[in-house]
């Protein structure tokens, strides 16, 4: 059975050709929404997993997606490790459906044994999140006014 190393969520991440490395972009530990349900154009389910030599190349596996103890979505899916010890693997979701709050779970499974899960919060607000901009041009205590130009 393989073995999780790295499992995330995130709105987007990659995995770079020529060194190997795997990056992620915005990760969901949190979601505060105004309103439920809430769809998320893009989501990232994103893991490294390991195996023994003698194990097999290819493994059957499912992302579950569950709250509040309902499973809301159960993907299967094959991962293929193409001869190598370890496998990174990014799975896309288009329009992901929230539809209430609290604690999320998404379990990664082998058969029906879970290889782990990542746990994230979604939170309903009663107004949207306000950010401060400082205007590019302002001057701050340890910087001196921009000069006028002429």
């Given at each position: 059975?393989?073995?999780?190393?790295?499992?995330?969520?995130?709105?987007?991440?990659?995995?770079?050709?020529?060194?190997?490395?795997?990056?992620?972009?915005?990760?969901?530990?949190?979601?505060?929404?105004?309103?439920?349900?809430?769809?998320?154009?893009?989501?990232v389910?994103?893991?490294?997993?390991?195996?023994?030599?003698?194990?097999?190349n290819?493994?059957?596996?499912?992302?579950?997606?569950?709250?509040?103890?309902?499973?809301?979505?159960?993907?299967?899916?094959?991962?293929?490790?193409?001869?190598?010890?370890?496998?990174?693997?990014?799975?896309?979701?288009?329009?992901?459906?929230?539809?209430?709050?609290?604690?999320w779970?998404?379990?990664?499974?082998?058969?029906?044994?879970?290889?782990?899960?990542?746990?994230?919060?979604?939170?309903?607000?009663?107004?949207?999140?306000?950010?401060?901009?400082?205007?590019?041009?302002?001057?701050?205590?340890?910087?001196?006014?921009?000069?006028?130009?002429?």
């Amino acid at each position: 059975m393989p073995k999780l190393v790295l499992l995330f969520c995130a709105q987007s991440a990659s995995i770079d050709v020529s060194t190997g490395r795997l990056s992620a972009f915005n990760l969901v530990d949190r979601l505060n929404v105004v309103s439920l349900p809430v769809v998320l154009p893009e989501l990232v389910v994103g893991f490294l997993l390991r195996k023994d030599k003698d194990e097999p190349n290819t493994f059957n596996l499912r992302i579950l997606f569950k709250s509040n103890g309902n499973v809301f979505n159960d993907m299967p899916f094959v991962v293929d490790f193409a001869g190598d010890s370890a496998c990174k693997t990014l799975v896309g979701i288009q329009n992901a459906i929230l539809p209430a709050p609290g604690e999320w779970e998404v379990i990664l499974k082998h058969n029906d044994a879970s290889l782990g899960s990542y746990v994230f919060d979604v939170s309903k607000v009663n107004v949207p999140p306000t950010v401060a901009n400082t205007p590019s041009n302002s001057a701050t205590p340890d910087a001196p006014a921009p000069s006028p130009r002429s």
